[in-house]
């Protein structure tokens, strides 16, 4: 290997001052109708009023709006440039360990204070709150990467942040709930005995583990049932993806400089956030007609809500709370084997994202488990940077890509989101080596089982 110059930039940076001051809503330029969420109680669409009681006025604007794009508040800005703008990268030492034809780029969001792109939005959605008088957030996380954006963007804008951590990360990944204590959040494993649908799950079943969708009936209940205290959600809703576009804004002004469009946009989907946030800024290219770019959309096959699931309405939760979106889902009351992946664990899939998947923009794609932590560990030697298990469901299927396009002597340009870094997740690599992961497919006949219920 060669000691010299490398000969191409293998780091892309914006200046502080490049940093896009607006988000992209891509409601604007779909080609197709909206469905509306409907009301849980009554079916109807619901209106502004319904989640007033969970979220800020601007929010639900930012929900339903047709506005191309958004103003980000000068304190968001501030905000994000605690570490925005984030490095893109040519991974050159990828491309020649695969011996392939075509070029690797990625956008690195670990660098931010919890690791991932979950701040994003959480310092949006902090600073809305704080400005309409919110005193208190609470929250649901899974593995605990949503909580603690939450933890430190509610210390950023002085606001108390309740978490709801589901119970079997609460004991087995005791880090990620250090750092929301060190940002000030109060955090409790679900089901809790704070809320009603806590104790009627844990008189249920008193050894109750807990689910993405049990924590997210707590954190609404909660708010539902407290005057000075607000929802908050770090994936799926509309405002939570265009939150995210800031990522794909800003990788078009850095591949634009190296010069490299990319053919293939790619990323990890649990929610479908980080996802949106780098693809829909080169969406909108293609929606407009001006581009032929691929998006791939890659979950675990232990949690295959676009490659498997069915496309209706359903609950975003356990308890029936939150309003039905139309959505890619496994049926609201799925709950996932314990891959290390906790952020893809979701039952559903952001409604825009379900949308775009079934008008044909967005492919999507399912791994095991195991040949995903191969491409991480294959990625982290060629590299150098740890990726989430989350993250290296992205990485498997560029890995794929990129050795497809060798084998059929084509020379793509693939662009991926890396969301976040895996060094709190060294125990799933400690698990890698052992041996000790196990491939969990879920059986057709369990789906239908899920689904057929709805
Ligand atoms: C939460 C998380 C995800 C999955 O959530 P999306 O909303 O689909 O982006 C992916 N990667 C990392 C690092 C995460 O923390």
Same mark, same amino acid.
């Given at each position: 290997?060669?000691?010299?110059?490398?000969?191409? $930039?293998?780091?892309?940076?914006?200046?502080?001052?490049?940093?896009?001051?607006?988000?992209?809503?891509?409601?604007?330029?779909?080609?197709?109708?909206?469905?509306?969420?409907?009301?849980?109680?009554?079916?109807?669409?619901?209106?502004?009023?319904?989640?007033?009681?969970?979220?800020?006025?601007?929010?639900?604007?930012?929900?339903?709006?047709?506005?191309?794009?958004?103003?980000?508040?000068?304190?968001?800005?501030?905000?994000?440039?605690?570490?925005?703008?984030?490095?893109? *990268?040519?991974?050159?030492?990828?491309?020649?360990?695969?011996?392939?034809?075509?070029?690797?780029?990625y956008?690195?969001?670990?660098?931010?204070?919890?690791?991932?792109?979950?701040?994003?939005?959480?310092?949006?959605?902090?600073?809305?709150?704080k400005?309409?008088?919110?005193?208190?957030?609470?929250?649901?996380?899974?593995?605990?990467?949503?909580?603690? $954006?939450?933890a430190?963007?509610?210390?950023?804008?002085?606001l108390?942040? *309740?978490?709801?951590?589901?119970?079997?990360?609460?004991?087995?990944?005791?880090?990620?709930k250090?750092?929301?204590?060190?940002?000030?959040?109060?955090?409790?494993?679900?089901?809790?005995?704070?809320?009603?649908?806590?104790?009627?799950?844990?008189?249920?079943?008193?050894?109750?583990?807990?689910?993405?969708g049990?924590?997210?009936?707590e954190?609404?209940?909660?708010?539902a049932?407290?005057?000075?205290?607000k929802?908050?959600?770090?994936s799926?809703?509309?405002?939570?993806l265009m939150?995210?576009?800031?990522?794909?804004?800003?990788?078009?002004?850095? *591949?634009?400089?190296?010069?490299?469009?990319?053919?293939i946009?790619?990323?990890?989907?649990?929610?479908g956030s980080?996802?949106?946030?780098?693809?829909?800024?080169?969406?909108?290219?293609?929606?407009?007609?001006?581009?032929?770019?691929?998006?791939? $959309? $890659?979950?675990?096959?232990?949690?295959?809500s676009?490659?498997?699931g069915?496309?209706?309405?359903?609950f975003?939760?356990?308890?029936?709370?939150?309003?039905?979106?139309?959505?890619h889902?496994?049926g609201?009351?799925?709950?996932?084997?314990?891959i290390?992946?906790?952020?893809?664990?979701?039952?559903?899939?952001?409604?825009?994202?379900?949308?775009?998947?079934d008008?044909g923009?967005?492919?999507?794609v399912a791994?095991?488990?195991?040949?995903?932590?191969?491409?991480a560990?294959?990625?982290?030697r060629?590299?150098?940077?740890?990726?989430?298990?989350?993250?290296?469901?992205?990485?498997?299927?560029?890995?794929?890509e990129a050795?497809?396009?060798?084998?059929?002597?084509?020379?793509?340009?693939?662009?991926?989101?890396f969301?976040?870094?895996?060094?709190?997740?060294?125990?799933?690599y400690?698990?890698?080596?052992a041996?000790?992961?196990?491939?969990?497919?879920?059986?057709?006949?369990?789906?239908?089982?899920l689904?057929?219920?709805?």
């Open positions: 290997m060669s000691i010299h110059a490398p000969e191409v $930039a293998n780091k892309i940076l914006l200046d502080e001052g490049e940093m896009p001051k607006r988000w992209y809503n891509i409601q604007a330029d779909l080609p197709f109708p909206g469905s509306p969420p409907l009301h849980p109680g009554t079916k109807e669409p619901i209106g502004p009023q319904d989640l007033a009681p969970l979220f800020p006025m601007e929010l639900i604007k930012q929900e339903v709006s047709q506005e191309r794009y958004i103003d980000i508040p000068s304190p968001v800005q501030d905000a994000l440039r605690l570490w925005r703008p984030t490095p893109l *990268m040519r991974a050159s030492r990828l491309e020649r360990e695969l011996k392939t034809t075509a070029k690797i780029y956008k690195y969001e670990g660098v931010s204070p919890a690791g991932s792109h979950k701040p994003n939005t959480a310092v949006a959605q902090a600073f809305y709150n400005a309409e008088g919110t005193k208190r957030l609470s929250t649901e996380t899974g593995a605990g990467q949503w909580g603690s $954006a939450l430190f963007a509610t210390k950023l804008f002085d108390e942040c *309740m978490v709801y951590m589901v119970r079997i990360s609460y004991e087995q990944k005791p880090y990620r250090s750092m929301m204590h060190v940002w000030g959040a109060e955090v409790v494993p679900s089901p809790s005995d704070r809320t009603q649908v806590g104790r009627r799950i844990r008189a249920e079943n008193p050894e109750s583990t807990g689910s993405l049990i924590a997210i009936s954190a609404v209940e909660d708010a049932t407290r005057d000075d205290t929802y908050s959600l770090g799926v809703l509309n405002h939570v939150h995210q576009t800031i990522i794909g804004e800003e990788a078009l002004l850095q *591949m634009e400089r190296a010069e490299a469009m990319p053919d946009v790619v990323g990890c989907v649990g929610g980080n996802f949106s946030g780098l693809a829909f800024p080169f969406l909108r290219d293609r929606l407009q007609g001006r581009t032929k770019t691929r998006f791939l $959309a $890659a979950e675990p096959e232990a949690c295959p676009i490659t498997r069915k496309y209706t309405y359903d975003g939760d356990t308890g029936e709370m939150t309003p039905l979106v139309k959505m889902t496994l609201h009351s799925f709950i996932p084997d314990g290390h992946a906790g952020g893809l664990r979701y039952h559903g899939m952001a409604p825009l994202v379900s949308a775009l998947v008008h923009y967005i492919e999507g791994y095991p488990q195991r040949s995903v932590f191969d491409a560990v294959q990625f982290a060629a590299e150098g940077t740890i990726p989430a298990p989350e993250t290296a469901h992205a990485i498997r299927a560029v890995i794929d050795v497809k396009a060798r084998e059929r002597g084509e020379s793509p340009t693939i662009l991926f989101n969301s976040g870094h895996g060094l709190l997740d060294l125990a799933a400690d698990a890698y080596f041996g000790t992961l196990s491939d969990v497919t879920l059986s057709q006949a369990r789906i239908q089982e689904v057929g219920a709805l």
